[in-house]
């Protein structure tokens, strides 16, 4: 899987997270309705890719349109939500990177190590010998020393929230709960992200991977949107939408708002399928992509607060991380389908909706038992280190 055709997946994306660091903290019925939204976007948004990138990701077809509406958003949503989560803890640093080592990085290490096995599998099914020229000691090892997936590309996203909680983290003691500060901060970090994105010539002498390791590059704007999630929490907003109607109009109009500006941003891309992504830097225009971002996020939100509370969507919501985490398997097998059914057949808007729709919800459903299952024996490698499990001890106290 290539970074730039699933980059731009999906606190916290990490599913079994709490609504806040106190494990004490009552879980916010909205917010795993939110996530579970967040995540049905993620899944929805790589099947009509397949679907937009055998189309040649022409721009007037609907799955290209549904494919750019939804990457306008659907991160900076995970990157607000999980600002929104936060609540500081006084801790050493050994301790914090400790804590975020086992939440964050443990799982990119499963994750990548069982898309590993499942290439390697399906290889020896096929009767191939190609995992030595994929998988190579010393890729792995430079990918692990650079903070970058080396077998699923989709966890990019956890190995950005590492970094931009580390960088939150650090520059607590000088912005503390100040929101003039984050607003700031917020800001100028979006700026900086957004002017080394557009000139890359800048960093491109750096060793390695530049300011892309460990997702630095990506985790300057995924940090603005996590200080606008924690802002949002300060002031109380999500609390007088929840008790008033006013959330039918909010939702309303966030939603109007985004189906109309998403495709007012028109670049400069990078990448030539012209559509804004996160995971590959590129957000074309600054104001358009600031724009329907935020009501883009704002409306999942909304629409979280406005529907009543599903408990198979509650249920996805406490899981997400093992969505994402498996989301690469689910990837692979699209494009053979939509090829054997005829490409021909999805120029009709409907059909396309009809049949992301079904693979989304059946991936749900095929992943519900490994959820189960990993919930019950192996919860130290999904972000739970204070778990106990029948195969491991706690790991965190």
Known sequence: MSPSTSANVPAQLTGQLEIASNHKTKRLPWLDMAKAYGMFLVYYGHFVEKIADLQGF????????????IYAFHMPLFFIISGFVYKYKKQSLPSFLYQKVLTRLVPVLFFNLVAIGIYVADNFARGNNGITERYSVTSIVTDLLTGYPFGNFLTWFLICLFTVELLNHLVYPVVKDNLWKRSVLAIATLLIGYYFSINPHLTASLPIR?????????ALVGFSFYQLGFILKQVDIISWFTNSSYKYI?????????????????????DPRGMVGLGIT????????????????????????SLP?????????????????????????????????????FDNGLTVTLFCLALTIGSFLV??????????????????????????????R
């Open 210 to 218: 530049g300011l892309r390791t460990w997702f630095f590059h990506e």
């Open 250 to 270: 909010g939702l309303g109009l966030t939603l109007i708002l985004t189906m109309a500006t998403f495709n007012l941003n028109q670049g400069p891309f990078s």
């Open 309 to 345: 509370n599903i408990k198979g969507m509650k249920f996805i919501g406490k899981n997400t991380l093992i969505l994402l985490g498996m989301n690469f398997f689910f990837m692979d097998f699209t494009k053979p389908v939509i090829e054997k059914i005829g490409i021909s057949v």
């Open 367 to 396: 992943t519900t038992p490994l959820i189960q299952l990993l919930n019950k024996f192996l919860p130290q490698c999904i972000g739970r280190p204070k778990a106990h499990g029948p195969l491991l001890p706690a790991l965190l």
């Open 282 to 305: 590129d957000y074309g225009n600054l104001f358009w992509f600031v724009i329907t971002a935020m009501t883009g996020s704002l409306f999942v939100i909304l629409l979280a607060l």
């Open 58 to 69: 022409s721009a007037d077809t609907v799955a290209y349109k549904q494919y750019k509406g």
